[in-house]
């Protein structure tokens, strides 16, 4: 038996791990102390009612012998995939409904899509990302490039035709910046990728929070993307389902990807759950829509709450407009993990250290919008009083 020796080439934990770790350790010492979060992107609104009566209608037909579902089909309900299809149409972008494939939430899939590519593939990642990119990929021994995502490209690294690449992520809004490209700068990169006959993955989870028509919900809204992007797409922010878990992925027909990826899921995932799948058609329904709009503008305003407070004091941000993060730049030039403790100290309020990202987040820190609006305001009370 012989062991992945990637593994060796981890960090010894996952960011957000040590952040629980060190959040624990000082509670234990500091108990009278009340504790704000405003680090990990997790949501703190309710299931909104379409989605709770379409699992609860869905769960009384698990009870009777005639409407009981077993196996979901691999690739989704087509219920729930006609319904996918039906919003794609809202920003132009016609798919076919077996490029659409229902999963437990877009993590999985930016993961498992791996399965798709040999180890010998250059893969290109900007720096600061979302950890998952980078920890996958070295779990499978591929070569990673970075490209420098900082304050003087606004976070939005384009390509660079010196550098050769065979798999390229992308997130827009980003993960941890907010910052999003527009559909110009998108194109300068599905034409690059064509160019290096390489793949796009492209992350869209946070794609709801866009309220500016400047910027594309979909890589697909560049129509050349078809022939070269993936996309992956999550109901966890959208709609509340970091807990229920359901997302999608979308495979286009023009590339030998959807035949494998289909084999793969066939082989390896056995669907999700017919009462979590009727909830996800329930987000996508006129008042699931009306309804989870609502919550999108409530973390919304809480986006704004902190923006407008790192205004007031001058500090440098991004995100916080079509996003529900908030990247802004650690003050008095302090280190990123520094100002973590010095935030949970001081202000009792937790963030996420930028140096958690990558090496341009060393400087940075991450504030997400999705805690309820009078933590989020006492926070921000708490951090202007101790900057």
Same mark, same amino acid.
């Given at each position: 038996?012989?062991?992945?020796?990637?593994?060796?080439?981890?960090?010894?934990?996952?960011?957000?791990?040590?952040?629980?770790?060190?959040?624990?350790?000082?509670?234990?010492?500091?108990?009278?102390?009340?504790?704000?979060?405003?680090?990990?992107?997790?949501?703190?609104?309710?299931?909104?009612?379409?989605?709770?009566?379409?699992?609860?209608?869905?769960?009384?037909?698990?009870?009777?012998?005639?409407?009981?579902?077993?196996?979901?089909?691999?690739?989704?309900?087509?219920?729930?995939?006609?319904?996918?299809?039906?919003?794609?149409?809202?920003?132009?972008?016609?798919?076919?409904?077996?490029?659409?494939?229902?999963?437990?939430?877009?993590?999985?899939?930016?993961?498992?899509?791996?399965?798709?590519?040999?180890?010998?593939?250059?893969?290109?990642?900007?720096?600061?990302?979302?950890?998952?990119?980078?920890?996958?990929?070295?779990?499978?021994?591929?070569?990673?490039?970075?490209?420098?995502?900082?304050?003087?490209?606004?976070?939005?690294?384009?390509?660079?035709?010196?550098?050769?690449?065979?798999?390229?992520?992308?997130?827009?809004?980003?993960?941890?910046?907010?910052?999003?490209?527009?559909?110009?700068?998108?194109?300068?990169?599905?034409?690059?990728?064509?160019?290096?006959?390489?793949? !796009?993955?492209?992350?869209?989870?946070?794609?709801?929070? @866009? &309220? /500016?028509?400047?910027?594309?919900?979909? =890589? *697909?809204?560049?129509?050349?993307?078809?022939?070269?992007?993936?996309?992956?797409?999550?109901?966890?922010?959208?709609?509340?389902?970091?807990?229920?878990?359901?997302?999608?992925?979308?495979?286009?027909?023009?590339?030998?990807?959807?035949?494998?990826?289909?084999?793969?899921?066939?082989?390896?995932?056995?669907?999700?759950?017919?009462?979590?799948?009727?909830?996800?058609?329930?987000?996508?329904?006129?008042?699931?829509?009306?309804?989870?709009?609502?919550? !999108?503008?409530?973390?919304?305003?809480?986006?704004?709450? @902190? &923006? /407008?407070?790192?205004?007031?004091?001058? =500090? *440098?941000?991004?995100?916080?407009?079509?996003?529900?993060?908030?990247?802004?730049?650690?003050?008095?030039e302090m280190d990123s993990w520094?100002?973590?403790?010095?935030?949970?100290?001081?202000?009792?309020?937790?963030g996420t250290p930028g140096d958690?990202?990558?090496?341009?987040?060393?400087?940075?820190?991450?504030?997400?919008?999705?805690?309820?609006?009078?933590?989020?305001?006492?926070?921000?009370?708490?951090?202007?009083?101790?900057?």
């Amino acid at each position: 038996m012989k062991l992945n020796d990637n593994f060796n080439n981890l960090n010894n934990s996952y960011l957000f791990s040590t952040i629980a770790r060190k959040v624990t350790e000082y509670q234990k010492h500091n108990p009278e102390k009340r504790i704000i979060k405003l680090g990990i992107g997790d949501v703190t609104l309710p299931l909104c009612e379409s989605v709770i009566n379409a699992m609860r209608n869905s769960l009384n037909e698990m009870s009777e012998a005639a409407t009981f579902r077993g196996y979901a089909p691999e690739q989704g309900y087509e219920f729930l995939r006609s319904a996918v299809q039906k919003y794609y149409t809202k920003y132009s972008v016609q798919l076919e409904l077996n490029e659409i494939f229902i999963s437990d939430g877009a993590k999985s899939d930016l993961a498992n899509i791996l399965d798709l590519f040999d180890a010998d593939n250059t893969v290109l990642i900007p720096d600061p990302v979302y950890p998952v990119y980078v920890d996958t990929n070295i779990m499978n021994g591929r070569k990673i490039i970075y490209m420098d995502a900082n304050r003087n490209n606004g976070f939005l690294p384009l390509p660079d035709y010196t550098v050769h690449a065979d798999i390229i992520y992308l997130c827009s809004p980003n993960n941890p910046t907010g910052a999003l490209y527009n559909k110009e700068q998108l194109k300068m990169w599905v034409d690059y990728a064509l160019e290096c006959d390489a793949v !796009i993955l492209f992350d869209a989870a946070y794609e709801s929070f @866009i &309220s /500016s028509e400047n910027f594309p919900h979909s =890589i *697909y809204e560049i129509a050349e993307a078809y022939k070269c992007a993936i996309e992956f797409c999550s109901l966890s922010k959208t709609a509340g389902f970091t807990g229920v878990r359901c997302g999608y992925t979308i495979v286009p027909n023009c590339t030998h990807l959807n035949n494998m990826w289909l084999r793969r899921q066939t082989t390896k995932f056995n669907g999700v759950s017919y009462m979590v799948q009727r909830g996800a058609q329930a987000v996508f329904s006129e008042s699931g829509q009306q309804e989870i709009q609502l919550m !999108i503008e409530y973390y919304k305003n809480n986006a704004k709450i @902190i &923006s /407008s407070a790192l205004d007031s004091m001058g =500090i *440098y941000y991004t995100g916080g407009v079509n996003s529900p993060y908030i990247w802004m730049q650690c003050p008095y030039e302090m280190d990123s993990w520094k100002f973590f403790d010095y935030m949970l100290d001081q202000a009792n309020v937790v963030g996420t250290p930028g140096d958690g990202f990558g090496k341009n987040g060393k400087k940075h820190f991450r504030l997400t919008a999705f805690g309820n609006s009078e933590d989020t305001i006492e926070a921000i009370n708490r951090i202007k009083s101790s900057i």
